[in-house]
C-alpha cells in the first residue's frame, strides 16, 4: 500500500470518529433537553393547580 493510500483511509477514518461523536452529543443534548422540558411543564401544571386551589379557598 502506498502512503496516499493509508493517509486517505485514515483521515475517513478519523472523520468518521468526529461524525459518531459529534452525532452521540446531539442525541446527549435532545435528552438533556427533552427532561427539561418535562421538568418545566410539571412545574407549570403544579402552579396552575395551586393557584387554582388558591383562589377557589379566596373566591369560595
Do not use: S
Not at 11 to 38: H, L, N, S, V
Amino acid at each position: 500500500m502506498n502512503y496516499e493510500f493509508m493517509r486517505h483511509i485514515t483521515a475517513r477514518q478519523i472523520q468518521k470518529e468526529i461524525d459518531d461523536r459529534m452525532a452521540q452529543d446531539a442525541i446527549r443534548q435532545k435528552q438533556i433537553q427533552d427532561a427539561k422540558d418535562k421538568h418545566d411543564a410539571a412545574i407549570l401544571i403544579t402552579a396552575f393547580i395551586v393557584c387554582t386551589l388558591v383562589i377557589g379557598l379566596l373566591g369560595g
